[in-house]
């Protein structure tokens, strides 16, 4: 159980695009996920918290224009960097909080992350 | 505030054992968590730990003192594979996870 798949696992994109990352939880419903970015040998860095039905919420100094989270459903949330540019090359990964009620509700489960290179 | 003290490298010995320390100071707390990331891939999880105490999960055992603002992930019979970085992760009052800057695990045969 408590399964999270992230789509896609890579992407080439030229600078000025826009990519879209989506997460899922695949057997349980998650009312919260969180997304992160990691450059190499650095820690995880929280982006942002979303939540399903509502706006996320954003860790300082991270722009909410340019990186658009939308929770829309309870197994679904998408990241869209808008007008990537190479700075924003990095690995992101998503989490979910399985907040089912059995178990431990507070754990958070990745996903495999999404390797982003921006050309 | 928050803060998340682990060591930054260690070394072990494939068939040994290894403690992972990790120490934090909050307001706080609703659980702490460690996870292991091998190079190149997304955290998963091995232990929550909410009440004093060791828990313990086949090769690998957690424990927490509260009082001590201290945990620590042990390790078993160390194999290579078990190479990885751990994170220590304190969950605070909004149930928000801390992360700690992960400790990087050498196992040498």
């Known amino acids: 159980g408590a399964v999270v798949s992230q789509h896609p696992s890579w992407v080439i994109c030229k600078s000025g695009t826009s990519v879209k990352i989506e997460c899922r939880s695949l057997?349980?419903?998650?009312?919260?996920m969180f997304w992160y970015r990691q450059f190499p040998k650095q820690s995880l860095m929280l982006m942002a918290t979303?939540?399903?039905?509502?706006?996320?919420?954003?860790e300082q100094g991270v722009e909410k224009d340019k990186f658009l989270i939308n929770h829309a459903s309870l197994t679904l949330s998408t990241l869209t960097v808008t007008s990537a540019h190479p700075e924003d090359s990095s690995f992101y990964i998503c989490?979910?909080?399985?907040?089912?009620?059995?178990?431990?509700?507070?754990?958070?489960?990745f996903g495999p992350g999404t390797r982003l290179l921006v050309l | 505030g928050q803060n998340i003290d682990q060591p930054t490298e260690m070394t072990a010995t494939e068939g040994a054992i290894v403690q992972i320390n990790c120490t934090y100071q909050?307001?706080?707390?609703?659980?702490l968590f460690w996870y292991q990331q091998h190079a190149g891939e997304a955290p998963t999880f091995l232990s929550y730990?909410?009440l004093d105490g060791l828990e313990e999960k086949g090769r690998f055992s957690s424990f927490l003192s509260r009082s001590k603002g201290y945990s620590y992930l042990l390790l078993k019979e160390l194999q290579m594979k078990d190479s990885a970085s751990y994170l220590c992760?304190?969950?605070?009052?909004?149930?928000?996870?801390?992360w700690g800057a992960g400790t990087k695990l050498i196992i040498k045969p």
């Open positions: 992760a304190l969950m605070d009052s909004n149930y928000q996870l801390i």
């Open positions: 989490s979910a909080r399985d907040t089912s009620g059995t178990g431990m509700s507070e754990t958070q489960y």
């Open positions: 909050t307001s706080g707390f609703n659980g």
């Open positions: 979303s939540n399903e039905g509502s706006k996320a919420t954003y």
């Open positions: 730990n909410v």
């Open positions: 057997d349980f419903q998650a009312t919260t």
